[in-house]
């Protein structure tokens, strides 16, 4: 059979981008792409690229501070605009967008940019009626934000429309406590919005490790954000310009604007798939096995769109492999046990890789290092925040199980940690390590003796026995 394409990719994000280059570039591949919005999907156009510049701003008159701590008499990050920001934002973005198109370009990738959907194995249908076919179909459209599902929940903002506002809130009330979360109230209450977070848990960032979950939830009460937990909207009405919420408890409180930061959903819905015969999990993302493919032979999917580990990088390392295994012969998984993240909150990110302590207790006997103190820079400057180091290390093979960050740059640390862990490091490597003095990364190498066991009640029974 003769197709239009060996690959058609739906959708224009990292994941979907990288495939669809490297099997055109590199392998020869007839690579099509649809993408409906801009080119370069949620990371570099409503994600990680503009968030993390938004936090680089409000950080500013953090630093003011810092600086009058350090003699700079009268120092201030004076008044911020957040027109000529935005302006310079959207310069920038459409600046990456025009590098990623310009990419698949050079690879000879032809660029469709509609909507597109499944209409049978080989077969894709584009917003306009148009019908292409393809040897394989990759499927990489992402997530979208989801709504809590209360009344009034339209008159709600999600995290794509804070980079198009015409001005900040004054007062706003941000629901949830994940990643976006903490790291929009962060943003918004740099930036000068009185930023209310409402959580219905007990800490922020579930999930992570609960020692430094609490040391996040703390931060972002110390740096001005009223912190709510155990509060949760039950509805939203409005009130002229203005969101009147009525929170679980029946309280009431009028903000500016509410910002919905509850989660994502993969973009599974109207694709087709279901009619192909690929069942969709509970959160209507795309089962895959280890090597991206769904359950029909020529449909694969990387990225969030699979719910797997739902990070850029992943979904570029998917979309890679996809391709090397697919049009390259050289057959690659990826491996989503021990990958690393960061949580951009400030003045200190949390950033994590490998195993927390609950998880690790669960596993069986751990022993766990960490040392707590004042970072020198900030401490000369006469803040009290705390920096935490901590190293999960299997008390039978001396194996680091896992590496926890929360600090001024906690992210650019985590990323060298990364390499010795995936290659298996030991505790003894760790300590082998020369330090660089004085440095806040060398505390990782000078930790030597536990200030804890834990997971001894977990004892495989056959070890327990020996």
Known sequence: MTFDYDLF??????????????????????????????????????????????????????????????????????????????????????????????????????????????????????????????????????????????????????????????ALPDRVLVVGGGFIACEFATIL???GSRTVLAYRGEAVLRGFDMEMRRHVTEQLRVIGVDLRLGANPARIEAEGAARRVTFEDGSSELFDAV????????????????????????????????????????????????DRVNLTPVAIREGHCFADTVFGAKPRKVDHALV??????????????????????????????????????????????????????????????GCHIFGPEAGEMIQMVAVPMGMGATKADFDAAMAVHPTLAEELVTMRKPTRRIGDDNLDRNTASA
Not at 90 to 113: F, W
Not at 288 to 304: H, M, N, R, T, Y
């Open 9 to 166: 990719v739906i959708g224009g994000g990292s994941g979907g981008v990288r495939a669809a280059r490297i099997a055109a570039s590199e392998y020869g591949a007839r690579v099509g792409l649809a993408e409906e919005s801009r080119m370069g999907g949620t990371c570099v156009i409503r994600g990680c690229v503009p968030k993390k510049l938004m936090i680089f701003a409000s950080q500013a008159e953090a630093h003011a501070a810092e600086a009058r701590g350090y003699g700079w008499q009268g120092a201030s990050a004076g008044v911020f605009d957040w027109q000529a920001f935005r302006q310079k934002l959207d310069v920038e973005l459409t600046r990456l967008e025009g590098a990623y198109t310009g990419g698949l370009s050079a690879a000879n990738v032809e660029i469709h940019k509609r909507r597109a959907r499944l209409v049978d194995a080989h077969t894709v249908e584009l917003a306009d009626g148009q019908r292409l076919s393809a040897k394989h179909i990759l499927i990489a459209v992402g997530g979208r934000p989801a709504l809590p599902g209360i009344p009034g929940q339209e008159l709600g903002l999600i995290s794509d429309d804070l980079f198009t506002l015409d």
């Open 259 to 306: 910002m919905f930061a509850t989660g994502r959903a993969p973009y599974t819905q109207g694709l087709g798939l279901e009619e192909l015969g690929v069942t969709l999990g509970d959160k209507g993302q795309i089962p895959v096995d280890e090597w991206s493919q769904s359950a029909v032979p020529s449909i694969f999917a990387v990225g969030d769109v699979t």
């Open 340 to 401: 690393a993240s960061a949580v951009y909150t400030r003045p200190h990110e949390l950033a994590t890789i490998g195993l927390t302590e609950e998880q690790a207790a669960k596993r069986g006997p751990a022993l766990v290092y960490a040392a707590s103190f004042r970072p020198m820079r900030s401490l000369f400057a006469g803040s009290d925040a705390r920096a935490v180091m901590k190293l999960i290390v299997d008390a039978r093979t001396d194996k680091v199980l």
């Open 189 to 191: 209450q740099g930036l």
